[in-house]
């Protein structure tokens, strides 16, 4: 008899199949969340493997042996070496790829010496065929000693055989097998014998790793002092033993490879990954093709995204008409709608962004073409201190810094993932544009060069191109100030190209989304209610004096009244204590050419970049309708310093548009940082940096253009 409900992990080598089976056997029943103490992502999902049993499936990082150097691979070997407290599996599923067997078949022989209930479930064999490899499924389970189940998660292939082999296991009628793979007692016998008799319940090959390990388990003192005495005492040599294990094992694996698995035709010409890897590899075709990809993706992200974010926008809009036409006029009712419905149209219109951004993203890993992208530039990304893991991210911070901040968690090295970490807020996001482009219309001369080269788009393109040079050069510096020791290992393993699995995107855009709306969202709305209390209360002497003020001049002149009521708006704007604070911060801003209608455009931008336009809309009381747009330059290129100068001159322009490109002034970019990083030292180290940097070139340029 066993329990209704079972743990069972899912354990395998990256791109073996293993996130396609979890989804194949879950569904839509999953959920996300963290391992305790690491940024490593846990799926867990339900499952019904027969009618008497249930279980919770648990996806687990990728590994390559149980020797890990990772902190994802640390995690799946703490739960194999039952040395996590949350979770204790009734039974592993091992996903080995059929096209690379001989690979996989050193993990699967390390976890099956751990005498734990394993279930062996074999992927790609359909490619295996098409390359002319046969795997003999009958005599693999006799050599390995444990079920082995062909599937195909992703035509949903042989996936009830498999949970017919794992209730099986669970209720014991396939039992571990009596001999190991190897002989592991032999690699260290005495000091394994000892352990024994402080453990009895381990395996030779468990005691093995409690010898070379035992410091980073959770083990009582007198077992932590006995084990390491018995290390001492037999002078246990960690690197002799792990050597030659693993070359017994592949000797062990030759074996068996010659058994169950035959080449039919071993001189076959090269697949079709092969011809397109000489492309999309190549030193000069593949970085063209590379750079197109890109293009398209980004294009793709802008072109669709406008119309989910337009149809969000238009019912915040509707929402606020709506409520304000409803809901009398009242500071609970400007709390909700200039507070709380501002707050939540910040949190969803980002989320068509970050759905359609890594669905992208997705497809892209689903083909194989992702890790192309590492590969080729792995050379340049290390001489700065990153790797090729961190171009993804980086190139994902031109459409938003949140998800490209979200899918950092790929990158194994911590120092590197910290890197990455800080310098993606510096590519120019897609919530600089509005700032560019106003600033750009403003302060840059409409010329062509050659007749189609506009200065305008060649300052755009600039200012992209100045945001990836300034990201390599901070990373290049930060890389000396990061103290983890921890080694940096590039190992890729370029996988197959494929059809992407769309349940796979899906999925991977509704859990994305999930996490934003929830976690960077809470952050968001306490930010957005916080910015509204500064922008609409102040002393409450000067907010009585300018409206009455306003009030006198309206009932004087009522045919005034809407450009009167705008005035007001602006000038109680001014009179806040968010007013109060661009006043007082404009001697500081001033050597940047920036006045304090500008400062507290910084100030509220800090809640999202392109608050920037709407900001000056309203100080510069400018109707929010039709064609207000060239009204609003109009008003800005009209606009004067105290001593009679303009406000936007060249170098103001260009001083603001470097602000603006280097500042931190994304409270949800805070948000996540603190979220991946579960610490507020990094996101107020990127504040602190950011921010300075924006200052340092800002006063620069200034200096040099005025």
């Not at 901040?405 to 800080?422: D, P």
């Not at 590039?490 to 989304?513: C, D, G, Q, S």
């Not at 007082?584 to 006045?595: A, K, Q, T, W």
């Amino acid at each position: 008899m066993i329990n209704s409900n079972i743990h069972i992990a899912l354990v395998g080598n990256p791109n073996s199949g293993k996130t396609s089976l979890f989804n194949s056997l879950t569904g839509l029943n999953q959920k996300v969340g963290n391992f305790p103490g690491v940024t490593v992502d846990k799926k867990t999902g339900g499952c019904r493997i027969s009618e008497s049993l249930t279980a919770e499936l648990i996806d687990l990082p990728g590994s390559y042996s149980l020797y890990p150097r990772r902190s994802d691979e640390w995690v799946s070997y703490k739960v194999l070496m039952n040395q996590d407290a949350e979770l204790k599996p009734g039974v592993v599923i091992v996903v080995a790829d059929a096209t690379t067997l001989k690979r996989n078949l050193l993990f699967i022989s390390q976890v099956i010496d751990l005498k734990i209930p394993v279930v062996l479930a074999l992927t790609m064999l359909d490619v295996a065929r098409k390359k002319d490899i046969i795997v003999d499924l009958k005599s693999l389970e006799r050599e390995l000693g444990i079920p082995v189940v062909a599937v195909n998660p992703r035509k949903n292939k042989g996936i009830d055989q498999l949970k017919k082999a794992i209730e099986e296991t669970a209720k014991k009628l396939y039992r571990p097998p009596a001999f190991d793979f190897i002989q592991n007692k032999n690699l260290a016998p005495e000091a394994v014998t000892e352990v024994k008799e402080l453990m009895p319940q381990l395996s030779d090959y468990a005691a093995i790793h409690h010898l070379i390990n035992h410091e980073s388990f959770h083990l009582s003192n007198e077992l932590q002092n006995g084990i390491e005495e018995i290390e001492q005492k037999n002078k246990v040599q960690h690197t002799r033993i792990q050597a030659e294990e693993i070359m017994q094992r592949y000797q062990r694996i030759k074996q068996i490879v010659q058994n169950t698995i035959s080449e039919k035709s071993p001189f076959k010409k090269q697949m079709i990954a092969e011809k397109l890897d000489r492309v999309l590899l190549h030193r000069v075709w593949g970085y063209a093709v590379l750079l197109f990809v890109l293009f398209l993706l980004f294009q793709s992200v802008f072109w669709i995204a406008q119309y989910p974010m337009n149809m969000i926008e238009l019912a915040f809009l509707k929402l606020d008409t709506f409520f304000s036409n409803l809901l009398p006029d009242t500071w609970l009712t400007d709390l909700f709608i200039n507070g709380v419905l501002a707050g939540l149209s910040g949190i969803f219109v980002f989320v068509p962004q970050i759905m359609i951004l890594f669905g992208l993203i997705t497809i892209l890993e689903e083909t194989g073409y992702m890790a192309r992208i590492g590969f080729m530039t792995d050379k340049i990304m290390r001489k700065v201190g990153l790797n090729g893991k961190s171009v993804m991210p980086m190139i994902s911070g031109f459409a938003c810094a949140v998800p490209a901040i979200m899918s950092v968690r790929n990158i194994e090295n911590k120092k590197e993932r910290l890197l990455t970490i800080l310098v993606t807020p510096l590519m120019s996001c897609s919530a600089r544009l509005p700032v560019y482009t106003i600033l750009i219309a403003l302060v840059i001369p409409k010329i062509n060069y050659f007749g189609f080269l506009s200065l305008q788009g060649l300052v755009m393109m600039g200012l992209y191109v100045f945001s990836v040079v300034i990201a390599m050069a901070v990373a290049f510096i930060a890389k000396f100030f990061i103290d983890v020791k921890e080694k940096s290992f590039f190992i890729l393993e370029l996988p197959l190209y494929r059809h992407p699995r769309y349940m796979n995107v899906l999925l991977t855009m509704i859990e994305k989304a999930k996490i934003f709306v929830f976690d960077a969202g809470k952050v968001i709305m306490v930010i957005s209610l916080l910015l509204w209390a500064l922008s609409s209360y102040g002393p409450q002497e000067s907010m009585a004096n300018e409206t009455e003020k306003y009030n006198q001049l309206i009932a004087v002149n009522p045919q005034q009244k809407t450009n009167l009521e705008k005035e007001k708006q602006a000038a109680l704007l001014q009179n806040s204590y968010a007013g109060r604070m661009g006043k007082y911060i404009e001697p500081v801003i001033s050597p940047l050419g920036f006045d304090w209608k500008i400062g507290i455009a910084i100030i509220t931008s800090f809640a999202a970049r392109e608050v920037f336009v709407g900001t000056m809309a309203t100080l510069y009381s400018v109707d929010s309708e039709g064609g207000d747009e060239q009204t609003l330059r109009q008003k800005m290129n009209a606009a004067i310093k105290s001593d009679g100068t303009k406000v936007y001159t060249l170098a103001t322009g260009v001083s603001l548009m470097i602000f603006y490109l280097l500042a931190m002034q994304c409270m949800s970019t805070l948000a996540v940082v603190k979220r991946e990083t579960r610490s507020w030292k990094w996101p107020i180290i990127q504040l602190v940096y950011m921010t300075g940097l924006a200052y340092l070139f800002s006063f620069f340029a200034y200096q040099l253009l005025k």
